[in-house]
């Protein structure tokens, strides 16, 4: 399902008359009546922000605006805004100065459908602040998380104008559909012109509880396959005139969810195998089928490398005997960021700022991060609270704003200003 309406957030309305203008459920837009005097610039300027990024009706892979919001942002620090697009998706590479190292904020400006408007207490590309939070499709994912890595850097960059190496902004709009044309292509371009990445963190909702309480550290790979079993289709009365392909391939599959793949290691838990689909049979209950279809999955480690997954499960296959076609898809090789600077930044700037000891996780589903880890040693994500992510009526703390500003802001210092520290 896409959008009502996708199309182009009017940003030229202040936000609380774009909240009247439009249809619906729109009466939780309060505004600067709600928060105003109460809570730090930051703040403002991150949640003011923050709705403007929800307002823009961006269902993957359309970006509804939001990237010229962001360029319009980003141009008059003196970022170097640089447009690769690819077939339908716009992808932003912002870059303020030249010199190594290269600190990159990444994430995507795309969201997932709303799904039945009417299920949602205000419309989902209408923010409303409601009871300390901020509502609207993308609001954990990740459109806040966006804006408190912009207003972290402007912070950095008012009071670091001539600060060591440089910064950057990935940004792409493909990222919850195929992301075929999204970040994948921005990394293309980057290493085709030899641009490498020092320290990324991507914005994704990484936390649990409470802000900063989870870091992503690495991602497990994925490998998915779609095994096609071949039998003899005969009456079900004479199975012995054709070859069940089901009974032939079950007791091969019990060989395959029993196996313990590897054991992970220190920062993965184990490799896991799960079938996703099983179709076999004409829907008549007297027919032997002619062939049995299986769709699998593997979330892997690195202790173990996708080409011995697949020849390992091959063999199988092979020992059982099995008339067979296997299509397989890499969908992502699993990444890691050990510890080093960047890890040490994020621990100590979250455990300053909100006095929680991060925990460093690589559980959970692929994100972008798998295509910035090519051309980048050190990636970390760093995010809101995750618990609304996709849903209906998707939201976040306003206190997690601030929060992230800060956390960014702090290890922009570390990374970057402390440079000058080491260096003198
Ligand atoms: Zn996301």
Redesign the pocket.
């Known amino acids: 399902m896409r959008a009502p309406e996708a199309g182009v957030c009017n940003t030229s309305l202040p936000l609380q008359e774009r909240s009247t203008n439009l249809p619906g459920k729109s009466k939780g837009l309060l505004l600067n009546e709600h928060y105003g005097i109460s809570l730090p610039m930051t703040t403002s300027a991150a949640l003011d922000l923050a709705q403007a990024l929800i307002a823009c009706p961006s269902v993957t892979p359309a970006d509804g605006g939001a990237l010229d919001l962001i360029r319009a942002r980003l141009a008059p620090l003196g970022f170097h805004c640089g447009a690769i697009d690819r077939n339908a998706t716009r992808n932003l590479w912002a870059r303020r100065g030249v010199n190594p190292p290269l600190f990159c904020f990444a994430g995507?400006v795309d969201v997932v459908p709303p799904g039945p408007l009417d299920a949602w207490a205000s419309p989902p590309f209408v923010p409303a602040l409601r009871d300390g939070f901020l509502y609207g499709r993308g609001a954990a994912?990740?459109k806040a998380s966006l804006a408190a890595m912009i207003v972290a850097a402007e912070n950095f960059i008012q009071a670091n104008p001539a600060h060591p190496g440089s910064i950057a902004f990935l940004l792409t709009s493909d990222?919850e559909g195929d992301a075929q044309d999204g970040t994948v292509a921005v990394v293309e371009a980057l290493q085709a012109r030899g641009e490498t990445i020092d320290y990324c963190i991507v914005g994704?909702p990484t936390s649990v509880a409470k802000v900063g309480d989870t870091v992503k550290n690495g991602r497990r790979g994925s490998l998915s396959g779609r095994l096609k079993v071949k039998g003899m289709q005969c009456h079900i009365a004479y199975p012995e005139k054709g070859k069940n392909p089901i009974h032939a391939l079950a007791p091969a599959l019990a060989e395959l969810i029993a196996i313990r793949w590897d054991e992970g290691n220190e920062y993965f838990s184990p490799t896991t195998w799960q079938v996703s689909n099983f179709h076999a049979g004409v829907g008549a209950n007297n027919v032997i089928p002619a062939f049995a279809e299986a769709l699998f999955n593997f979330r892997f480690s690195p202790a173990s490398a996708p080409e011995d997954l697949q020849r390992q499960l091959s063999n199988i296959l092979d020992r059982h005997a099995l008339d067979y076609e296997l299509d397989w898809t890499l969908g992502a090789r699993p990444f890691l960021t050990p510890q080093g600077k960047l890890a040490e930044a994020a621990r100590e700037a979250i455990t300053e700022i909100t006095g929680i000891a991060p925990e460093f996780s690589t559980t959970g589903g692929t994100s972008d991060g798998r295509f910035i880890a090519a051309i980048c040693p050190q990636l970390l994500e760093i995010g809101p609270e995750n618990a609304t992510s996709h849903k209906i009526n998707e939201r976040i703390a306003l206190d997690a704003l601030p929060t992230l500003v800060r956390i960014h802001e702090r290890i922009l210092e570390r990374v970057l200003r402390d440079i000058r520290r080491v260096i003198a």
């Open positions: 995507h994912d990740m990222e994704e």
